[in-house]
């Protein structure tokens, strides 16, 4: 069983304990990924958002597990998303499992292109703490990452500036205008 990793951040520079079985490749699923969570270290984060027109070409690794509850566990461990959230924050695609609806429809036509059996990624929901769920507008993301300091604001630079340079979205190029913070990827 062949099982994919979709990826658009800190998973592709930071990849820790995923076990993947390849390297990084850059023509991933279209996908509607934005800069729109923040996260408990502070992090403004790449997440879906299903409800923008916007996509990006996401990348993607194989991973070395053939067994799809392995590969759950695997990213889960990578994430530190417990068990019990597994079903929500974990998306998953096979045939027999498609647990995020319309964004699980260009990840089924693009698996089956790539021959996979199975695909995994990070579905954790957009939003600031209080607001889980609700996609902030980019002003809101701006003036976030403008009012942080110290170490928060040195991951929140660190992580936007080390996004994949092709995950290319309005709320990235409003940051680069705003901060100064462009791509250190290539």
């Known amino acids: 069983m062949r099982i994919g990793c979709i990826g658009w951040g800190f998973l592709i520079w930071d990849p820790r304990n995923l076990q993947v079985a390849s390297a990084w490749s850059?023509?991933?699923?279209?996908?509607?990924?934005?800069f729109a969570r923040q996260a408990d270290n502070g992090r403004i984060t790449l997440v879906l958002v299903p409800?923008?027109?916007?996509?990006?070409?996401?990348?993607?690794?194989?991973?070395?597990h053939?067994?799809?509850?392995?590969?759950?566990q695997n990213i889960d461990r990578r994430e530190g998303i417990p068990p019990e959230n597994w079903p929500s924050l974990i998306g998953v695609w096979s045939p027999e499992h498609d647990s995020q609806g319309d964004v699980s429809g260009s990840i089924c036509d693009w698996a089956r292109?790539?021959?996979?059996?199975a695909v995994v990624w990070t579905a954790l929901p957009p939003g600031f703490p209080n607001q889980v769920g609700h996609v902030p507008s980019g002003t809101e993301v701006i003036e976030y990452l403008a009012s942080t300091s110290g170490n928060t604001r040195t991951l929140?630079?660190?992580?936007?500036?080390?996004a994949p340079k092709q995950t290319d979205t309005p709320y990235r190029r409003a940051i680069e205008q705003a901060l100064g913070w462009v791509p250190l990827s290539s």
């Open 156 to 162: 929140c630079e660190e992580y936007i500036r080390k």
């Open 66 to 72: 053939n067994d799809l509850e392995a590969a759950i």
């Open 26 to 34: 850059s023509d991933g699923p279209r996908l509607p990924v934005e």
């Open 113 to 117: 292109q790539k021959d996979f059996n």
């Open 51 to 64: 409800e923008t027109d916007h996509r990006v070409t996401t990348l993607w690794a194989e991973l070395r």
